[in-house]
């Protein structure tokens, strides 16, 4: 079955940078890659999406020109480099991957930016 998992979460200042892994196994190598966030009291948002070659993403437009997200598709791993943290991008960050037979969650990364 599908497995991800997801690394590098953790406590940083507010302006810190923070670079969150996600592991896939058992997919397609057809796949399109995400990362996710749910703050406290808020619904699971979309931060950005990566397409099966990379060649495309997509971001919410507060993470824009901060966030990056990456892919090495040989070995099937999604990356999330994350820049002048806020306080507003506290939350857990989940990895998904959705292939042909479905779509797919991590356990989730706790990232909390400090004032």
């Known amino acids: 079955q599908v497995q991800l998992v997801e690394s590098g979460g953790g406590l940083v200042q507010a302006g810190g940078s923070l670079r969150l892994s996600c592991a896939a196994s058992g997919s397609s190598s057809i796949n399109v890659m995400a990362w996710y966030r749910q703050a406290p009291g808020k619904q699971r948002e979309l931060v950005t999406r990566i397409s099966s070659g990379g060649t495309t993403t997509t971001y919410k437009d507060s993470v824009k020109g901060r966030f990056t997200i990456s892919r090495d598709t040989a070995k099937n791993r999604a990356y999330l480099q994350m820049n002048s943290l806020k306080p507003e991008d506290t939350a857990v960050y989940y990895c998904?991957?959705?292939?042909?037979?479905?779509?797919?969650w991590g356990q989730g990364t706790q990232v909390t930016v400090s004032s």
């Open positions: 998904t991957l959705r292939d042909p037979m479905g779509d797919y």
